[in-house]
C-alpha cells in the first residue's frame, strides 16, 4: 500500500513537470511582435548603424535587391522603443544574423 502511493506521489509530480514546461513551451510561441520591414539606405559596412533604415513596403525601394549580396536591402525588425523611426537591432549587425532579421541582400548601388 505504502508502494503505490509512493507511486502516484511519483506520476503526480512528473504531470506537474511535465504541465510547466509544456505553459513554459507554448508561451514562448504565443508571444507577437509588432515587426515592420525596413530599408537599408547605408553603404557596405554600415549595416549595425540603426539611423541607416527608414521604414519600407514590401517592394524593396533599391533596384538590385536580391541580385547581389554585397549588403542588406531590407530587414525585418521591431521598432526601438526609444526611438520608433528606427528598427531595434538590438546591437546585432544585420549582415552577420541575416536569418535573425529576415534580411534581403542587394548589390552595392
Known sequence: MKKNKFTLAIIAFML??????????????????????????????????????TLGTTTPSHTSCGFSDSTICQIVAEP??????????????????QDDFQATLRGNN
Open 16 to 53: 506537474l513537470i511535465g504541465a510547466g514546461v509544456y505553459a513554459m513551451h507554448t508561451s514562448r510561441h504565443v508571444m507577437t511582435f509588432d515587426t515592420q520591414i525596413w530599408d537599408y539606405n547605408g553603404v557596405k559596412g554600415g549595416e549595425a548603424n540603426a539611423s541607416s533604415y
Open 80 to 97: 526601438d522603443p526609444n526611438n520608433p523611426n528606427q528598427p531595434d537591432l538590438a546591437g546585432e549587425n544585420p549582415m552577420v544574423h
